[in-house]
């Protein structure tokens, strides 16, 4: 079982930066794949980023954001630079066991075992 808290959420102009915190409980927390999704408001939840590989990210990133891993802390950030109106949303952190038989990026919803409650993303112009 595992456990997931996001923190780092707020209220920034365009243009700043934010960085998010999924802080893990439970073992293992190493061998997880860490994925962030985010939902704005009416829309579907979507794919951001994830730990696969050397990091994963969705096509609207355009490298403004870099995830990375603390394992000693239990905790993967987001770190989001540029921030853009559109980049509102309530993000959440994911986690999912490793699966042999998976070779993608992680982007999908279905390959996550366990999700946190999200932390609101609003970006003001």
């Known amino acids: 079982q595992v456990q997931l808290v996001e923190s780092g959420g707020g209220l920034v102009q365009a243009g700043g930066s934010l960085r998010l915190s999924c802080a893990a409980s439970?073992?293992?927390?190493?061998?997880?794949?860490i994925g962030w999704f985010r939902q704005a408001p009416g829309k579907e939840r979507e794919f951001v980023a994830s730990t696969r590989w050397s990091g994963y990210y969705a096509d609207f990133v355009e490298g403004r954001f870099t995830i990375s891993r603390d394992n000693a802390k239990n905790t993967v950030y987001l770190q989001m630079n540029s921030l853009k109106p559109e980049d509102t949303a309530v993000y959440s952190c994911?986690?999912?066991?490793?699966?042999?038989?998976?070779?993608?990026?992680?982007?999908?919803?279905?390959?996550?075992?366990?999700w946190g409650q999200g932390t609101q993303v609003t970006v003001s112009s």
């Open positions: 994911a986690a999912a066991a490793p699966r042999p038989t998976t070779r993608g990026p992680y982007s999908r919803q279905y390959e996550y075992d366990y």
């Open positions: 439970g073992r293992s927390f190493s061998s997880y794949v």
